[in-house]
């Protein structure tokens, strides 16, 4: 074998181990970049990519809290589509998330401060999920398990963290959430708890009343809601009432 054969052996045995050498390289980087994006750090079965962190948890809540009421104060009009307790909260969660630009603004007859935005992303634009904002499934790390429609059961079990039954522990933009099984058509209900100086509030859509009557948005003191129903009760004794419950986008300090 001369001296040509060897070096073109040589050269084509080099060119083989760069190219393995590059897809490892390609590969693993993949794989990390990956595991990276689709990590769920404090194993609270949700993106961390999604989750905020303090100040733009701040941020979200904010718009969240003000939509509500901007939406009972009918300046903000809801589509049908959106008309029932959990309707109104999908609604909020997703404008919350957008960009308030002057358009926004105006479009939406908004009347309230205006605060600063999300910075981490805009809705539609999200992180793996984009404009599937809500989790319907377990499985985080599957783009199925997201959706742009979740239940009032699928809200809370999926896209929120129960913190308890002391309204003590709530703040602005928290969710009561209620069960009643003998209720077939809606057996979970949702309201919005506010706060406004030293009155406790809860903002929620009753769903449809009746075949001609589609319900409407109230404005209760959380003290007057065992007036109307004792299952309404927000103490830990009343086994209908399932706690407080904060979205988990709302994250733990996630940078």
């Given at each position: 074998m001369n001296k040509t054969n060897i070096f073109i052996r040589l050269l084509l045995i080099s060119l083989m181990l760069i190219i393995v050498f590059f897809i490892y390289i390609i590969f693993y980087n993949s794989n990390d970049e990956k595991e990276l994006i689709l990590s769920d750090r404090n194993d609270n079965n949700y993106l961390d990519l999604i989750e905020l962190n303090k100040k733009d948890s701040e941020s979200f809540s904010l718009w969240f809290k003000s939509i509500i009421i901007n939406i009972f104060k009918e300046n903000i009009k809801v589509p049908e589509s959106y008309s029932d307790c959990a309707g109104i909260i999908r609604y909020a969660y997703?404008?919350?998330?957008?960009?308030?630009?002057?358009?926004?603004?105006?479009?939406?007859?908004?009347?309230?401060?205006?605060?600063?935005?999300?910075?981490?992303?805009?809705?539609?634009?999200?992180?793996?999920?984009?404009?599937?904002?809500?989790?319907?499934?377990?499985?985080?790390?599957?783009?199925?398990?997201?959706?742009?429609?979740?239940?009032?059961?699928?809200?809370?079990?999926?896209?929120?963290?129960?913190?308890?039954k002391n309204i003590d522990n709530a703040v602005s933009g928290d969710i009561l959430a209620f069960f009643h099984p003998y209720d077939i058509d809606f057996p979970y209900h949702l309201m919005v708890y506010i706060q406004q100086k030293e009155n406790n509030y809860v903002i929620y859509h009753t769903g449809p009343l009746s075949e001609s009557n589609p319900g409407e948005l109230r404005l209760v003191l959380v003290d007057d809601l065992k007036y109307a129903d004792p299952t309404w009760i927000v103490e830990d004794k009343n086994n209908n009432f399932l706690g407080i419950y904060r979205f988990k986008i709302i994250g733990d300090n996630i940078e």
């Open positions: 997703k404008e919350s998330l957008k960009k308030h630009d002057q358009e926004w603004i105006s479009k939406n007859n908004f009347k309230s401060n205006i605060y600063n935005d999300v910075g981490k992303y805009n809705y539609p634009d999200i992180p793996f999920i984009k404009e599937k904002i809500f989790l319907i499934d377990k499985n985080i790390r599957e783009i199925n398990s997201y959706s742009n429609f979740a239940s009032a059961r699928y809200l809370i079990e999926y896209n929120m963290k129960n913190i308890g």
